[in-house]
């Protein structure tokens, strides 16, 4: 297998980036942690650290967070008073009725209203 370089440079402090890099590289090595620590001259507890903190921010970062949802302003509806309808009869009658009245019980007012 060709020996992996890892290009992170060898400073005090990594970032984010740094760490990322060098574990990239560990875990297409295909050895142990000791050995890729030794053959790349790194300290294996600085990679065991920054594993962890990675793994943890992937795993937050993965995690479905509740969404704040913002409820539309509310509209009060009410019902509309039902109009009242005039209807003029044949015999000059005038029957005054609300808009929403049973078609059925309009047949028969009007039926009624009707007969000689």
Not at 13 to 26: C, E, H, T, V, Y
């Amino acid at each position: 297998m060709p020996k992996l370089r890892v290009t992170t440079p060898r400073r005090r402090r990594w970032k984010i980036n740094d760490a990322r890099s060098a574990l990239a590289a560990l875990a297409a090595s295909g050895l142990s942690l000791d050995e890729f620590a030794q053959r790349e001259g790194l300290q294996v507890q600085r990679l065991r650290r920054w594993s962890r903190r990675l793994t943890k921010e992937d795993r937050r970062a993965a995690a479905v967070r509740p969404v704040r949802v913002v409820a539309p302003e509310l509209i009060e509806i009410r019902p509309r008073r039902a109009e009242p309808v005039e209807i003029v009869l044949a015999s000059g009658r005038v029957l005054r009725v609300a808009e929403t009245i049973d078609v059925a019980a309009l047949a028969r007012l009007v039926a009624a209203l009707e007969r000689p």
